[in-house]
C-alpha cells in the first residue's frame, strides 16, 4: 500500500513537471517561428524581386524549406489562393493557422497582405519590408519573453509539484 501511494505521489510530481515544462517551451516556440517567418519573408522579398514568379508558386518553394507550422501557413495560402485573391487568401491562412503566435503577431503578419498581389513588385517589397520591421519588434520582444518567463514556468511546475506531495504526504 506505501508503495502505491509513493507510486501516485511520484507520478503527481512528474505531471506537474511536465505541464511546467510544456508551458515554458511556449515561449520558445513563439520565438523560433517569428524568426522562421522573418527568414520565410526575407526569401519572399527576394524572389519577388529577382524571379518575378507568381505568388503562389512562391508560397510553394517557401513552404518547403521551413519550419512545418510556419510552412503551413504558406501553404494554406495558396491553396486559398485558387478560389480568392491574394490578399484574402493570407490573412484566411494567418486566421486558420495552427501556430504558437500571439493576436499581436497575426495581426502583424496581416499587415502584409494589404498590397499583396495588387500593387508591382517594388510595392509588395516595401510591404514585406514594413512588415519585417514589426516582426523584429516582435521578436524582441519574444527573446525578452522567453529569457523570462521560461525558467518560471519550469520551476514553478515542479515547485507546485513538490507543493503536492508534500501536503499529501
Not at 502505491?4 to 505521489?9: A, D, E, S, T
Not at 487568401?89 to 493557422?97: M, P, Q, R
Request: with cysteine; net charge neutral; aromatic share 8%.
Amino acid at each position: 500500500m506505501q508503495m502505491l501511494k509513493y507510486f501516485i505521489l511520484f507520478l503527481i510530481l512528474m505531471s506537474s513537471t511536465l505541464i511546467g515544462k510544456y508551458l515554458s517551451k511556449r515561449y520558445l516556440y513563439r520565438l523560433e517561428e517569428l524568426e522562421e517567418m522573418n527568414t520565410a519573408l526575407n526569401i519572399f522579398k527576394s524572389k519577388v524581386k529577382f524571379t518575378y514568379e507568381p505568388i503562389p508558386q512562391i508560397f510553394e518553394e517557401i513552404s518547403k524549406g521551413i519550419n512545418k507550422n510556419v510552412g503551413n501557413i504558406f501553404i494554406l495560402a495558396k491553396e486559398k489562393m485558387k478560389q480568392e485573391n491574394a490578399n484574402m487568401a493570407w490573412e484566411e491562412a494567418i486566421k486558420e493557422s495552427n501556430t504558437n503566435l500571439k493576436d499581436e503577431d497575426k495581426h502583424i503578419l496581416n499587415t502584409l497582405s494589404k498590397l499583396l498581389g495588387q500593387t508591382d513588385s517594388e510595392g509588395q517589397i516595401s510591404q514585406i519590408e514594413i512588415t519585417q520591421n514589426f516582426l523584429e519588434a516582435q521578436i524582441t520582444e519574444a527573446r525578452e519573453e522567453k529569457n523570462k518567463n521560461e525558467k518560471l514556468y519550469s520551476r514553478l511546475g515542479t515547485t507546485v509539484g513538490l507543493a503536492i506531495v508534500i501536503i499529501l504526504c
